[in-house]
C-alpha cells in the first residue's frame, strides 16, 4: 500500500486523510519500508540539498502566556535564564558563527506574547545586518499584525516564522492565553505581507495521530513553505514535564507521515531531536526531512554544527 501511496504522490497526486491514518498504523519491520518511501519522496522533489537555520534567542522568560510545553511559560517552574532583548551586537556575533558554519538562515526569536514597539524597531536593524553578512534573516516574535510585519520586510525579513503547534482541537488542552484564531490571523498577515511563511508544531504533547494529521492538512491548505517539526523534552517544573518521550521510530514516523501529505515543503526537524532521536538521529534524511535547525534550541542543546555538516556529508548531501 505504501509504495501505492508513493507512487500517486511521484506521478503528481496527492493522499487524503483516510490514507495518511492509514500510514500512523505502519509498525513493525514495515516501518522501514515507510522511511524508504519518504526518503525516495524527499530525493524527488527536494533533491539532495539540505536546508539549514539556526535560531537565538534573544530575548529569554518571564513569558505572561500559559503553553504546556514551555519551560518560559507563566506556569513553569522551571529554572532558565531570563533576560531582555539582547544587545545588537552580540546577536551578530552569534549570527557570523552560524554562517561560518554554512548556515543559510538565521532566526532571532523572542519570548512573550508580542514584541513592543521599541523592540521592533530594534530587530528591525538586526534583521538589515543579518542580511548584510549574507544570512536570510528570519524571526518568531509572537502574534504579529500586519503594520509590525511590514516594518521588519522593510529591513530585510524572508520568513516569519509561528507554530500552529497541534490541531485545532487539541490547542485549548495546551494554551488558554491565546487562541487558535489568533495563531490564524498572524499567519494570514505574514501571508498578506507577502514573507515566507514558517509554521509547524510540537509532537508528543498527548495528541493523538488524527490532531498530527489534522494539523498537517491545514498547514498544506495554508501553503506554508517551511513546516519545523518539534518533539516534546518533557522538562521538570513544566505543566507537560511528567509526559514520556516520544518513542524514536514514533517520531521519525512524523517526519515520514508529513513528507507524504507535504512532499513539496521544507520538513525541518528542529526542537527535541537531539534528545528524542539520540542514536536514530541519522535515520532523519532517510525518514523524509530535507533541513535542521542546527545548534543549540531555545532553551536546551542542540546538535553542534560540526556534528549535523558531519551527518549531512556521510549521506552524500550538500548545502
Known sequence: MIEQFEEKILGGGSIGKEEAFYITGISGHEVFKLFLSANRIRSH???NRVGLCSIVNAKS???PEDCSFCVQSSKS???IDVYPLMDKESIMEKA???K???VKRFSIVTSGKR???KDLHSIAEMIADIKTIGLLPCASLGILEERNLEVLKTAGLDRCHHNLETSERFFPFICTTHTYRDKRKTIDSIRTTGLSICSGGIFGMGETWQDRIDMAFLLKDIDVDSVPINFLIPIKGTVL???DALHPFEALKIVSLYRFILPHKEIRVCGGRNQILNEFNSFIFLAGAD????GNYLTTPGKSYDEDLRLIKTYGLTL
Open 61 to 63: 522568560g518571564a513569558c
Open 291 to 294: 533541513s535542521l535547525l542546527t
Open 241 to 243: 514535564g511528567h509526559r
Open 115 to 117: 514584541v513592543s514597539q
Open 45 to 47: 522533489f527536494m533533491g
Open 100 to 102: 561560518r558554519a554554512g
Open 77 to 79: 517552574t522551571a529554572e
Open 96 to 98: 557570523r558563527v552560524a
